[in-house]
């Protein structure tokens, strides 16, 4: 054999070994994916044992022994009851009518002065604007002018009585100057009452005689609240039923409902409401059911609710959309479901799950994905998924899930 030959021959014996080495790799790599099964994974105090799992409906857990004793999970039992459901429907936020206010000028004129503005708050009686008008001149010189007459009639009076005492005058010219005399006091009264409709306080009548008012009278806020609306300005016309202000107290809120008539039955005065805004996810304002107007509107078949809550803190606007949940009354249930306490129900990857006690004593638990349907008070119905019996956490879901996902 030449070199040229045995050359050719060394270099087809390594080309083979080099080919069937690459296809050992391969098949290696094929055979230990396809037939190592992988292993327990400890996550915290949860240990996730390996099962078949189709579709993510169901997954065992065990809890390690020691653990229940730091982080004790409680089950309690499903069960059919007869659930209460809850409500759901949008919302209007409203200033509550009975805390709020519209206020205007008592006499026709011209805005002198404006005081407060759209957001200012306001105590009872705190002067916003000032109006001038010729009809507080008026006002204010009737008044003077009335008790000057009374003063005079009491004067007249007084001597009358003691002339008829004395026997120097009859008793009819005592009866005349008393009958003048309490016409003359009803005249002061009426003047006095005239500019207390106008606008003026109790001092500033009191003081009419040596305080010079001018024109001028003042427009007070008859409540403690907000200014939500001004419409006038500074040296406007006004007339007496002009709504220039619109005050609210917005620690008091209406929200208004528009609901189906099919769902009337189950509302009454007073049910318990939880309304929420998405501007404040995770804060729920709780409140009540205050009047349902006893008419269906025949185009869109609801009637009107109305909700009362306290808005303490005045996160909520006027305006705002809420999602305002009535929660089911007991007195009113449907016919019997399968329901268990809304913190057995947990969410993982998008989806609800309840956690099933396989064996409580030993701490192993079943995760397992049901399907919700409706809610009532602290129950919530669920529809596949479970049976009735089967005890699932309450206590403690909220570990478990935290636990299978970290």
Not at 52 to 67: K, T, Y
Not at 252 to 274: C, F, P, S, T
Not at 285 to 312: C, H, Q, W
Not at 313 to 332: K, N
């Amino acid at each position: 054999m030449s070199p040229l030959q045995r050359k050719r021959i060394l270099i087809g014996l390594a080309s083979a070994a080099a080919l069937s080495l690459a296809a050992g790799f391969v098949i290696h790599g094929r055979t230990s994916a396809s037939v190592e099964p992988p292993a327990a994974a400890a996550t915290g105090s949860v240990v996730i044992e390996a099962v078949d799992n189709p579709g993510g409906a169901a997954r065992d857990l065990a809890l390690p022994a020691g653990a229940g004793a730091k982080n004790p999970v409680r089950v309690t039992q499903a069960a059919l009851v007869r659930l209460a459901r809850d409500i759901q429907v949008i919302g209007t936020v409203a200033p509550d009518q009975d805390h709020f206010a519209v206020v205007g000028p008592l006499v026709s004129g011209r805005v002198a002065k404006l005081n407060a503005g759209v957001g200012d708050r306001l105590r009872r009686g705190q002067i916003i604007g000032e109006i001038e008008s010729a009809e507080v001149g008026e006002a204010r010189a009737a008044l003077i002018s009335a008790k000057a007459r009374y003063a005079a009639a009491e004067t007249n009076l007084r001597r009358e009585t003691d002339l008829a005492e004395r026997r120097i005058s009859s008793s009819r010219e005592r009866e005349l100057a008393q009958a003048q005399w309490v016409t003359d006091k009803a005249g002061v009264r009426a003047a006095a009452e005239r500019l207390r409709a106008i606008g003026l306080s109790e001092a500033d009548i009191e003081a009419i005689d040596h305080k010079d008012l001018g024109g001028r009278v003042p427009v007070r806020s008859p409540i403690d609240g907000t200014v939500i609306e001004r419409t006038i300005t500074l040296g406007q016309a006004v007339e007496r039923a002009t709504d220039a202000f619109k005050i609210a107290d917005l620690s008091h809120l209406w929200v208004n409902l528009d609901l189906y008539e099919k769902d009337l039955a189950r509302v009454r005065i007073g049910q318990e409401v939880e309304v929420r805004a998405e501007a404040f996810p995770g804060e729920v304002f709780r409140g009540r059911v205050a009047y349902v107007v006893p008419m269906i509107d025949e185009a869109t078949r609801t009637a009107k609710v109305r909700l009362e809550f306290e808005n303490r803190q005045g996160q909520l606007s006027l305006g705002q959309l809420v999602t305002a949940r009535i929660v089911g009354d007991g007195h009113r249930g449907a016919p019997e479901v399968l329901a268990v306490p809304r913190n057995a129900v947990e969410r993982v990857e998008g989806r609800p799950v309840v956690f099933v006690a396989r064996d409580a004593a030993a701490g192993a638990f079943q995760q397992r994905t049901v399907e919700l349907g409706a809610s009532g008070g602290e129950l919530v119905e669920i529809r596949t998924g479970l049976a009735a019996g089967e005890l699932v956490a309450i206590d403690g879901a909220f570990l478990l899930k935290s636990e299978l996902l970290r």
